[in-house]
């Protein structure tokens, strides 16, 4: 057989790759785990893509949980991930102080966000800094101050509901859900009015966080790299343009808490301007306040409002169990100006339907950690950088702990409440977050008004 320079030139690069792919892999779990099979370079993302896309990479999860153990090692490309999908195994996890958010997850997030930080993508000394600066500010006497502005924005909201379907229209309901989520927020946290329910054409700030949202989704979830990031240059615009209009808006907000008289009008960022770290006496920087500003209106605007929208879309699918809720709430609460915080706490049917919908529809399907020394985890020892990934979406449907796991059955959380202990929350564990969570008070007055 002839060698040419041709078969040499294919071949070397070739060679010098396998050599490279291999000799970068880091030290895996001893014992090994088992897992799909892989291709060289790709591992199992080309399964992935052609099983519908990195977005639904969870019903992939799914499908290869049923084949193989609890714990197993999935590739994406050069990187090993360990799959979690036991409910018990994720708990354990996430309360493991060697453990924080990933590392490349933080770093890429925190690009494509075009932010400084936040709480959310704080670890170590920082994070508990902030987290004991912020919690005060969550106290049951802090969230009951919410419950009007909430209760204001929800009655515009069920107006416009109430005036669309007495003209028969149809309804988006994640994207009104979305408006009065952007609304609350603004008002409860921020001190703002963003009337993104009273003009949601055209709002300017619903706009920006939207084009920031699916910007940084987009990229995170792209696998290796996001070419369209090189060639649709107006794309590339809008993103950027959105994020300096949210920090510009930030820093509005910032100066005006800094320079007011009474911080306590101005929702959460006032109260956050004059918080204190208990052992140093310092407070939040501009900066520091800007990265939570951002944060609060990009990752609590989206999973908050999701997660409203999931519950009234199965409510509107199950109409007995609505039936049933609505009876629950006006035995608590008979009229509006009866709507308390301590009310809303009391409705455990509420508390029930509100677990039952976010075990369907977590608001993430996947939560990750990665351990910063080496650990022994499930009888097998992981080294320093292992990433785990719990997928939420498969752990809530474990037929084990939930039974017909694809009905939507709030009774099932009436019967044991301890099984909300076994749901998998977004940002739950060592690295759990705070925040105003209008669900439940949002609910309560529509079925109080209706």
Request: aromatic share 8%; proline share 6%.
């Amino acid at each position: 057989m002839e060698i040419t320079a041709a078969t040499v030139f294919l071949t070397v690069p070739i060679c010098i790759a396998v050599i490279v792919h291999f000799a970068t892999r880091k030290a895996g779990p001893s014992p090994p785990l088992s897992g799909p099979p892989t291709l060289l370079f790709f591992g199992n993302t080309l399964q992935i893509l052609s099983n519908g896309g990195i977005s639904r990479a969870h019903h992939w999860v799914y499908d290869m949980a049923q084949r193989y153990s609890s714990l197993f090692e999935v590739w994406l490309g050069p990187s090993r991930h360990v799959i979690v999908t036991d409910a018990d195994q994720a708990r354990k996890l996430l309360s493991l102080a060697p453990c924080s958010r990933p590392k490349a997850f933080r770093q890429k997030a925190l690009k494509y966000l075009g932010t400084s930080g936040g709480l959310f993508f704080m670890e170590g000394d920082e994070w508990s800094r902030h987290r004991r600066m912020l919690s005060p500010l969550f106290t049951a006497t802090r969230l009951r101050e919410h419950v009007p502005k909430i209760v204001a924005h929800t009655r515009l909201f069920i107006e416009q509901l109430d005036a669309m379907a007495d003209g028969d229209q149809s309804l988006d309901i994640d994207d009104k859900v979305q408006d009065l989520t952007l609304d609350i927020l603004g008002d409860t946290h921020l001190g703002m009015q963003f009337n993104a329910l009273a003009h949601p054409d055209g709002n300017p700030v619903k706009a920006a966080v939207r084009t920031r949202l699916e910007g940084a989704l987009r990229r995170h979830l792209s696998v290796g790299v996001d070419f369209r990031t090189w060639f649709d240059r107006a794309e590339v615009k809008r993103f950027n343009q959105a994020v300096d209009y949210l920090n510009r808006l930030a820093m509005e907000a910032v100066h005006k808490c800094r320079n007011s008289t009474d911080q306590s009008s101005l929702g959460l960022m006032g109260l956050m301007t004059e918080a204190r770290d208990e052992h140093t006496q310092n407070k939040f920087t501009d900066d520091e306040l800007v990265a939570e500003f951002n944060q609060f209106v990009t990752a609590g605007y989206e999973t908050t409002s999701h997660s409203i929208a999931w519950a009234v879309y199965l409510l509107a699918k199950h109409p007995e169990a609505q039936d049933k809720l609505a009876a629950a709430v006006l035995a608590a609460i008979p009229t509006e100006s009866e709507l308390t915080y301590e009310n809303v706490r009391e409705i455990s049917y509420l508390t029930s339907v509100l677990a039952e919908s976010a075990r369907i529809f977590p608001a993430t399907t996947v939560t990750g950690r990665e351990n910063n020394e080496p650990m022994e985890f499930m009888g097998h020892s992981f080294p320093t950088g292992t990433v785990f990934l719990m997928s939420t979406w498969t752990i809530h449907r474990d037929p084990r702990l939930f039974p017909q796991p694809e009905l939507f059955e709030p009774e099932r959380f009436e019967r044991d409440p301890k099984l909300r202990d076994r749901l998998v929350h977004f940002g739950a564990g060592q690295c759990s977050r705070v925040a105003v969570r209008p669900g439940p008070v949002s609910v309560c007055v529509g079925h109080v008004r209706g």
